[in-house]
């Protein structure tokens, strides 16, 4: 069964730094997506993509935060100077429909800014 | 915020049934019902949605009430691996809206 996969699983950084995290979207989806949870807390949603292009972000998703799809198959949020509030579990997801489809989501990468 | 409510928790014995309900009173007449769970620290996972017929799949059915204001998910035979956290979404079907909006869901805790 195809799945939503990232990459690394734990990165940790200290603040200040970059940090690119990665995904490979089920490879039919044309949506994606990236979510975050800090530890205890709800999921949260960050940004949307689709035709190379955002199509939705929160309040969250503020300067510092990028998403590319540099190929056919990685989807990558990038924090360009994590904070310590930065610290949570991000996780990607896709879809193959944006409004009433199914999202499918990723493991999740725990980033823990130190 | 979250258009939806749910208990904090349940728990439910192995192989019974767990019945998971979820108000969502203000619901409108294009937003579908959605599920999803997470078991501790994963990727939430995708269960069912609806619209107002009653949905099955291999994994659950979802009851949803004639005026739409409430439903409930139905784990036919609980095992062990189905305790989670489980998440009842309201989301518009409108071209634009793209994010699950999550609450704090509902622990399930399934018991031996």
């Known amino acids: 069964e195809p799945e939503v996969t990232q990459t690394p699983s734990h990165q940790v950084t200290q603040m200040g730094q970059e940090v690119i995290l990665r995904c490979v979207p089920i490879s039919n989806h044309l949506y994606f997506y990236w979510y975050r949870q800090i530890l205890g807390q709800k999921v949260e949603f960050l940004v949307s993509?689709?035709?190379?292009?955002?199509?939705?972000k929160s309040e969250i998703f503020d300067d510092q935060f990028s998403v590319e799809r540099p190929d056919g198959s990685n989807f990558t949020l990038k924090i360009r100077s994590t904070k310590l509030e930065d610290s949570a579990m991000y996780f990607c997801?896709?879809?193959?429909?944006?409004?009433?489809?199914?999202?499918?989501f990723g493991p999740g990468t725990r980033l823990t800014v130190t | 915020d979250a258009k939806t409510t749910q208990p904090t928790s349940m728990d439910c014995a192995e192989g019974r049934a767990a019945n998971l309900p979820c108000n969502h009173s203000?619901?409108?007449?294009?937003?579908?019902v959605y599920w999803y769970r997470q078991i501790h620290s994963q990727g939430p996972q995708y269960i069912i949605h609806?619209?107002?017929n009653n949905e099955t799949n291999e994994m659950a059915s979802l009851i949803i009430t004639e005026d739409r204001k409430s439903s409930t998910l139905i784990l036919p035979h609980a095992t062990l691996r189905d305790t989670a956290v489980y998440y009842c979404i309201v989301r518009d079907s409108g071209g634009s809206n793209y994010k699950l909006t999550f609450g704090k869901g509902t622990l399930l805790t399934v018991n031996p």
């Open positions: 993509f689709y035709n190379n292009e955002i199509s939705e």
């Open positions: 609806g619209l107002k």
């Open positions: 203000t619901i409108s007449g294009n937003e579908y």
């Open positions: 997801a896709s879809s193959l429909i944006a409004s009433y489809g199914e999202q499918y």
